[in-house]
C-alpha cells in the first residue's frame, strides 16, 4: 500500500499551482465569466506549451503518455484556481473518448490537434430530460449512403460555442435495450443544421444547447463502433466524474485556506474568531469532510487509472466531494459573513462551482441509486 | 500511489482471518451485540469475557498482542500497515483488539521505562499474562485531564495514592491499573502529572460498579486510600507523566474497530435483502436504499482515514490531524448509523435481544444506547474538531 504521489506527480502539482497562481488571478476568472467565449487563447497556449492538453496521451499520438492520475493531479491545481476555459471538455470529455472509442485513423488524426493545443472539443450526451443514461438519449441519426443524418437536442453542452468538434451521442437503433445501438458522431461545429445557443449558468460555465437538424455527418467520423458507444462512454463517464471530482477537492482545499487565512486575521471581541471554538469546529469540519473527499477521488482515480471495476468507488468519490465541496463553500461563507456576500470577493466563484459540480454527471441522489444497485438491493 | 495490498501483505491478512475463523466459537460474529465504535458493550458476559481472554491469550502466542514491538521483548516488528490489517480483520469478527496493555501500556515502558522496568513488564504484556485498565478520568477530570486531582506523595521508596478515578474499563477484572496522578501539586499542571502502575490487589482500593446504559457493567468509579505503590512502578520519571500519556495517543491512533463498521454494514445488506414486510421486500424500500448507500460512503471514508493514518505511521510520519478526524469519522459514523437504522425499521428497531420479532438479534436498540458513547469516549468529537482546528489547522488559541 502506498498512499502516496509520485515525486513526478508532486512536481506537477507545484509547477502547476505557480503558474495558476501567477497566469489565472481571480481578476481572469471573473472576467471570463463576462466573456462569451470564456478563455484567452493566450492562456490556453501557454498551458499547451507547458504540456498539459498532451499529458494523457500516449506518445506514437505527440503526447507524453502519462497516466489517468496524473491528469487527476493537473485537474485539482485546476479547481483550486477556478481555471475557466475548455480544457475538461477538450481533453476529458474529447481526448478521453476517443483514446476509448476512435479508430487508429481518428486518433493519428485528432489526438495530434488535442496534444498540441490546437483543437476544442466536447461531448453533446444530455438532452432536455436532464438525464445521464442511455436511455435519456432521444437524439437520432439515419444513414443515408455514406453519411449518417443527426437531428435532436442536445442540452448542457459545455462550450459547444467555441468547439471545433463536438462529439454527439445518437441513436442509430431502436432497441428494447436502451444502451444498445447508440453510437458517437464527431460532428464538426460548422456543419449546416447546427444551432448552438450558450446558456446563462450559475457558475457561468458556457453551457450550450446545440439544435442538430438534418446535420449530416461522414460515415468516417462515426467514433469507434456503430451501435457501440455506450459501453465506451459509460467508461469515460467513470473518468470525467473522477476527473470532475478531483477538481472540486481542488476547490474545496482552495476555500478552506481561504477561510483559515481569514479566520486568523479577523478580529472580534478583541480576539481573532478562529480563536472561537464555534469557528474551529466548522473549519474541522470542513477540513474532515475534504480530507475524506480527497482520500475517495484518490482511490477512485487509482482503480479508474488501473482499469479495474470501480463504479461504487466512483460513485462514493462523487457523493462524497459533492457534499464536502458544498458543505465547505456553505462554512467558508458563513464565517467570511457579510463581505463573503460580495461580488468582488472570492468566495463565490468557489461557491457557484461547488453546486456545479455537485450536479454534473449525476449528483448525490443518481449516485446513491447506483450505489444501491451495485450493492444487490 | 497503490490501493492494494503487497503479495506479503495480503499473505499476512489471510493468516489472520484463517486463525480468527479457526479459533472463534460459532457464532460468534452474528451473536456479537457490540456495536461499532460504541465503549459499552466490550465486557458483554461472563462467556464472551472467557472466550475473549482465551483468544487473547493465543493471539499473544503467535506474537500479534506486541504486534509491532521489537522482538527482543517478545514483539513481532510487524510494519504499521500490517498491524492495521490486524486490527482491521480482528475487528471485522468483532473480537476486542489486544488490551490497553499491549497497545498503549507496553510501548510507553518501551520508549521511556527503565531497563529494569522494560525486562520486569514487557514479556508478560506480551503473553497477555497481565493487562491494565486506564486510571485517567476524575469526576472533575473529563476533556479537561490534564486538572486531576488524584495524588501521590513519595514516603521512603514508596508512593502514597489518595483520590477517585472514573470510567474505569475493566477495573473489576483487571489486576493492574494504569495510573495518572498529581506528584507536584505546585508545578505548572501538566508538569506534575506522573504515571504508576498499581496492583489491584493492594490495599486500600474499593473498586464501586457503574452500570452503563446498555445495562452492562463495563465501568467502575475507583477509590485509592492511602495505597502505597512501590517506586519501581513509577514509567520513566517523576512529573513527565502527561508527555507520556500524549506520546502514546500515537499507539492508539488505529484502534477505532474499524473493520466492526464493515462487518455491521454487511449484516444489515443481508438482513435488507432477505426480509420482506407485509408482502414487500425491504431492498426495495426508498429508505432502505438511501440508507445503505450513505452507509457504504461514510464506511469507505472511514476506511480510507484509516489507511490514510497507516500508511503515514509506516512512513514515519506524524498522522496527528488525520489521527483525529479518524476517530470523528468514525465515531459519528457509529451514531449515524444506529440512527439510521433505527429510522429504516420503525417499531422493529426498538426490540431488544430475545425475541423472534428482533431484527438482527437485537442489535439495532443496542446500537442506539451504546452509539452515545463512541462521540465521547477517548476525546469527544468536539475535542477532536478542536485538535484538528488548532493543531492541524493553525486556528490560534486565543
Known amino acids: 500500500m502506498d498512499l502516496g504521489l509520485s515525486e513526478e506527480q508532486e512536481m506537477l502539482k507545484t509547477t502547476a499551482r505557480d503558474f495558476l497562481e501567477r497566469e489565472c488571478p481571480k481578476s481572469l476568472v471573473r472576467d471570463m465569466m463576462q466573456d462569451e467565449r470564456g478563455y484567452t487563447t493566450e492562456l490556453w497556449h501557454r498551458m499547451a506549451e507547458l504540456g498539459w492538453m498532451e499529458l494523457v496521451i500516449p506518445e506514437r499520438y505527440g503526447g507524453i503518455g502519462g497516466s489517468f492520475l496524473d491528469l487527476v493531479v493537473l485537474l485539482g491545481e485546476m479547481g483550486r484556481a477556478c481555471l475557466p476555459g475548455p480544457f475538461f471538455s477538450t481533453v476529458v470529455l474529447g481526448g478521453l473518448v476517443i483514446l476509448a472509442a476512435g479508430t487508429e485513423e481518428q486518433k493519428q488524426e485528432l489526438l495530434p490537434k488535442i496534444a498540441a493545443g490546437k483543437i476544442i472539443l466536447t461531448l453533446a450526451l444530455m438532452e432536455p430530460n436532464a438525464r445521464y443514461d442511455a436511455s435519456g438519449v432521444r437524439t437520432n441519426a439515419t444513414a443515408d449512403k455514406d453519411e449518417f443524418v443527426i437531428n435532436g437536442t442536445k442540452l448542457f453542452v459545455e462550450n459547444a460555442h467555441i468547439a471545433d468538434y463536438v462529439i454527439c451521442v445518437a441513436r442509430t437503433v431502436k432497441t428494447k435495450v436502451p444502451e444498445q445501438g447508440l453510437t458517437l458522431f464527431l460532428v464538426d461545429c460548422k456543419s449546416t443544421g447546427i444551432k448552438c445557443t450558450l446558456l446563462k449558468t450559475l457558475a457561468a460555465d458556457k453551457q450550450c444547447e446545440l439544435v442538430l437538424e438534418d446535420v449530416r455527418v461522414p460515415q468516417k467520423n462515426v467514433l469507434g463502433e456503430p451501435d457501440q458507444g455506450w459501453a465506451v462512454l459509460e467508461k469515460v463517464l467513470e473518468q470525467a466524474t473522477v476527473a470532475k471530482c478531483a477538481e472540486m477537492v481542488g476547490g474545496a482545499e482552495a476555500t478552506l485556506e481561504m477561510t483559515l487565512d481569514y479566520a486568523k486575521e479577523r478580529v472580534q471581541f478583541g480576539r481573532p474568531i478562529g480563536s472561537f471554538q464555534a469557528i474551529q469546529h466548522h473549519c474541522g469540519n470542513m477540513a474532515t469532510d475534504i480530507s475524506g473527499a480527497r482520500f475517495v477521488t484518490y482511490k477512485a482515480a487509482w482503480m479508474v487509472t488501473e482499469g479495474l471495476p470501480a463504479s461504487i468507488e466512483v460513485a462514493i468519490a462523487k457523493i462524497q466531494t459533492g457534499h464536502a465541496y458544498q458543505r465547505a463553500t456553505i462554512l467558508g461563507h458563513q464565517i467570511f459573513g457579510a463581505v463573503g456576500f460580495c461580488m468582488d470577493h472570492d468566495m463565490h466563484l468557489y461557491y457557484r462551482r461547488a453546486k456545479a459540480g455537485e450536479i454534473v454527471f449525476g449528483d448525490g441522489d443518481f449516485y446513491r441509486e447506483k450505489i444501491a444497485q451495485e450493492l444487490g438491493l | ?398
Request: aromatic residues 12%; negative net charge; proline residues 5%.
Open chain 2, 1 to 398: 500511489m497503490r490501493f492494494q495490498f503487497t503479495e506479503q501483505e495480503e499473505a499476512f491478512q489471510k493468516e489472520v482471518e484463517d486463525f480468527l475463523k479457526k479459533e472463534l466459537p460459532p457464532g460468534w460474529v452474528e451473536e456479537s451485540l457490540q456495536w461499532p465504535g460504541g465503549y459499552g458493550s466490550h465486557e458483554v458476559d461472563e462467556v464472551h469475557w472467557r472466550v475473549n481472554q482465551e483468544l487473547q491469550r493465543k493471539i499473544a502466542e503467535r506474537g500479534w498482542a506486541s504486534i509491532s514491538w521489537p522482538r527482543e521483548y517478545g514483539g513481532a516488528e510487524y510494519s504499521p500497515i500490517e498491524h492495521a490489517i490486524f486490527d482491521e480483520r480482528v475487528s471485522y469478527y468483532r473480537v476486542p483488539p489486544p488490551g490497553f496493555g499491549a497497545t498503549v501500556a507496553g510501548p510507553t515502558i518501551l520508549l521511556f521505562g527503565s531497563d529494569e522496568m522494560k525486562q520486569e513488564w514487557l514479556p508478560k504484556i506480551a503473553r497477555a499474562e497481565v493487562e491494565f485498565w486506564f486510571a485517567y478520568s476524575e469526576p472533575n477530570a473529563g476533556s479537561d485531564l490534564a486538572s486531576l486531582q488524584t495524588q501521590a506523595v513519595e514516603k521512603e521508596d514508596e508512593f502514597v495514592i489518595n483520590g477517585q478515578k472514573t470510567w474505569g474499563s475493566g477495573a473489576h477484572l483487571i489486576d493492574y491499573a494504569w495510573v495518572a496522578v498529581r506528584t507536584d501539586p505546585d508545578a505548572p499542571r501538566h508538569r506534575g502529572i506522573s504515571l504508576l502502575i498499581v496492583d489491584m490487589n493492594s490495599p486500600g482500593i474499593t473498586v464501586r460498579p457503574l452500570t452503563n446504559i446498555c445495562g452492562i457493567h463495563s465501568f467502575n468509579e475507583v477509590f485509592f486510600d492511602d495505597v502505597r505503590v512501590p517506586k519501581k512502578n513509577l514509567i520513566g520519571e517523576k512529573n513527565q507523566g502527561w508527555y507520556y500519556l500524549v506520546a502514546a495517543l500515537d499507539f492508539e491512533r488505529l484502534m477505532v474497530g474499524i473493520g466492526a463498521f464493515k462487518r455491521v454494514f454487511e449484516m444489515f445488506l443481508d438482513y435488507f435483502k432477505r426480509t420482506k414486510r407485509d408482502g414487500m421486500a425491504l431492498k426495495r424500500s426508498y429508505e432502505v436504499r438511501r440508507m445503505m448507500a450513505e452507509m457504504a460512503v461514510e464506511v469507505e471514508v472511514a476506511y480510507m482515514f484509516y489507511w490514510q493514518t497507516a500508511w503515514m505511521l509506516s512512513k514515519g510520519l506524524r498522522p496527528d490531524t488525520e489521527a483525529s478526524m479518524l476517530k470523528l469519522w468514525v465515531t459519528e459514523l457509529s451514531r449515524h448509523f444506529a440512527d439510521a437504522a433505527m429510522r429504516v425499521l420503525g417499531p422493529y428497531g426498538l426490540l431488544e435481544t430475545g425475541s423472534k420479532w428482533s431484527p438482527l438479534n437485537g442489535l439495532v436498540p443496542r446500537g442506539y444506547l451504546d452509539s452515545v458513547s463512541a462521540t465521547i469516549g477517548a476525546g469527544t468529537s468536539e475535542i477532536q474538531r478542536n485538535i484538528i482546528a488548532v493543531r492541524g489547522l493553525g486556528l490560534p488559541r486565543k
